[in-house]
């Protein structure tokens, strides 16, 4: 099965790859996080779990109309009050988020080899200090099943440099079997991060 033009598998497919739990056990995305952006939210499919946990809002951006429309039927669907999505560039005109005004930024699935650079130095600028970025992405070591074709993904050491360009310390590196990768990164002194300060 290929990929569509937007990196992503049908809808049903795509989200039978993801234990969206262990995912954001594993980064550290829970009920202590306030404010968090995801850039390119897809169909939402960290979006509103996401929603549901965190004890404040989460910005939802994409500039896919149909990823948008997705997104927003599933937060009625959820009667979710504090997300907001909005339809934008963020590679061409950036997020429209405020800055420093962010706790947590997802990068899940959206990194490549054009963007990094804008994304990760977008992250920076609407994080609060000591705010965190989290990366996910496919893992390229796993066995996909049979037929599934996969865009390669940066590779992690290109990951950890990248964010370390944009000013951006390297937390931890995460093994999410079977088929992905998570990277936590922060806004300030790794060794005074929440992470390590047993937050
Ligand atoms: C592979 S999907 C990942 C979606 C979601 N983060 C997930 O992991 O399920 C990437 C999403 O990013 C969006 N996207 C890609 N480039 C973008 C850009 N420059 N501005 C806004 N959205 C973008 C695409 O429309 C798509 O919905």
Partial sequence: MDVHERGMLDQDTWENFFDVKKIFAMLKLNNRVHDVVELGCGYGTFTIPAAEIISGKIV????DPEMIRLTSERIQQHRLENVEVI??????????VKNRSMEYVMLFNILNADNQQILFKE??????KWGQVAVLQWNNEADMPDGFDIAESPRPEQCREWAR??????V????IKPYHCGMVFVKGNTLKSSWTMGK
């Avoid at 939802?60 to 500039?63: K, L, S």
């Fill in 165 to 170: 360009a944009a000013g951006l310390g390297f």
């Fill in 87 to 96: 339809q934008r560039d963020f590679i061409a005109t950036g997020s429209s």
């Fill in 60 to 63: 939802a951006v994409d500039n």
């Fill in 123 to 128: 992250a920076k600028r609407v994080l609060k």
């Fill in 172 to 175: 931890g590196q995460f093994d």
